[in-house]
């Protein structure tokens, strides 16, 4: 049991952590989606009453993605923490360039309602009780999952089929999005890091 004092700081972390940029990594969109998305292959059960539940996922996740795709500012920063010394023995930074986003609020809108979506699912088709605990526990375990993506491979949560399409729909459908309207998350997420310098993209807001 996390005491409640722990529990607010991680809440306020994930929050906040939404207003600032963060590199975009191939770890968080790409191999853990994927490792969803292998765990629903694995555990569905494959009828015509699924089939058309997964259609309707990947429309919903589709909405989702774009609108918080649309919202989410993109930039290329460049960084330093090492250097050489010219031919006068002054110092020259050696830059590093990194592809970083900023979600904002609007993510946070959009994953509020994916949580309320997967909370209905739990209820209606998994037959869960739900109560004002059970509500916060699967809020804290999806926080928990953003901050700490492979969390969500620990333990037993997250054991129906339904739930893991969920999570890996709206994740690749964020991660194709985001590719699609900016081209420096495009550069890398498809193109390993081999950057167009696009000037006019620095800070640029994806809608």
């Not at 949580?115 to 209606?124: D, H, R, S, T």
């Not at 492979?150 to 999570?167: D, E, K, M, Q, Y």
């Amino acid at each position: 049991m996390i005491p409640p004092f722990v529990t607010a700081l991680i809440v306020i972390y994930f929050i906040r952590d939404q207003f600032e940029f963060s590199s975009i990594s191939r770890i968080s969109f790409w191999i853990i989606p994927g490792l969803t998305l292998y765990q629903f292959f694995n555990t569905i059960k494959w009828s015509s009453l699924n089939i058309v539940i997964i259609v309707a996922l990947l429309l919903f996740a589709a909405a989702i993605g774009y609108y918080q795709a649309s919202y989410t500012k993109i930039r290329l920063e460049e960084t330093s923490n090492t250097f050489f010394r010219d031919q006068n023995g002054q110092e020259v930074p050696i830059y590093k360039k990194v592809v970083t986003a900023q979600g904002g609020r609007h993510y946070l809108y959009g994953w509020l309602i994916v949580l309320l979506v997967q909370i209905f699912i739990e209820a209606l088709y998994l037959h869960e009780i739900i109560t004002p605990l059970k509500i916060w526990d699967v809020f804290l375990e999806e926080v928990m999952a953003d901050l700490f993506s492979f969390s969500r491979f620990v333990g037993n949560s997250h054991t129906s089929w339904i739930i893991w399409a969920l999570t890996s729909f709206t994740s690749f459908s964020y991660t194709f999005w985001i590719a699609h309207m900016s081209p420096l998350a495009q550069q890398k997420l498809f193109k390993k890091d081999k950057f167009v310098r696009i000037a006019a993209e620095d800070s640029h807001k994806t809608k």
